[in-house]
T-cell receptor, first 112, second 114 residues
């Protein structure tokens, strides 16, 4: 299974866009990029996923580079409630699907 | 409501006393998995199950057992708990194939072994 690397922590001013990067240089062709977030010690919550095209939903946007070796999660207007740990993972539809490594994620602090 | 339910939420036990943490999902998911979370180490996978009677080890399986006799349930068993198993545990489930819906996580079980 492909591994990901993320910065340990980031700050973002309230109301500004938060851009969280993730490197997944060993991603294979059938693996999706998923983003989750964990607020305090709650169970992680799904945010968004993508294969190679950029994606947007009501929570965030996901930008995946053309070579698929990295991606960026964008929270367009960060609020204090977005303060959380954000995890980027890769997961295949088949093969490498079973074992999924979450790593330590990026701790995002939204500052008033 | 679609959810993954873990019990108990909190548990304090003594070294060597067998315990089971239950996990149940109501979404008819094929895939289920257990993770432990420790400070500075992120979420580490303990065991996973692709379907009934199909289980396999994750990254940190030592000291744990699982079973998958029914599709909805995936209990985590600690036959002889030790203090190094003090941790926050999460159960998760998903469809298989995923179809892009990702994991649904339980609320967690905070286990303390003294």
């Amino acid at each position: 299974d492909a591994k990901t690397t993320q910065p340990t922590s980031m700050d973002c001013a309230e109301g500004r866009a938060a851009n969280l990067p993730c490197n997944h240089s060993t991603i294979s062709g059938n693996e999706y990029v998923y983003w989750y977030r964990q607020i305090h010690s709650q169970g992680p919550q799904y945010i968004i996923h993508g294969l190679k095209n950029n994606e947007t939903n009501e929570m965030a946007s996901l930008i995946i580079t053309e070579d698929r070796k990295s991606s960026t999660l964008i929270l367009p207007h960060a609020t204090l409630r977005d303060t959380a740990v954000y995890y980027c993972i890769v997961r295949g539809v088949s093969g490498g699907y079973q074992k999924v490594t979450f790593g330590t994620g990026t701790k995002l602090q939204v500052i008033p | 409501e679609a959810q993954v339910t873990q019990n108990p939420r909190y548990l304090i036990t003594v070294t060597g006393k067998k315990l089971t943490v239950t996990c149940s999902q109501n979404m008819n998911h094929e895939y289920m998995s257990w993770y432990r979370q420790d400070p500075g180490l992120g979420l580490r996978q303990i065991y996973y199950s692709m379907n009934v009677e199909v289980t396999d080890k994750g990254d940190v399986p030592e000291g744990y057992k699982v079973s998958r006799k029914e599709k909805r349930n995936f209990p985590l068993i600690l036959e002889s708990p030790s203090p190094n198993q003090t941790s926050l545990y999460f159960c998760a489930s998903s469809l298989y194939p995923d179809r892009g819906r990702g994991y649904t996580f339980g609320s967690g079980t905070r286990l303390t072994v003294v």
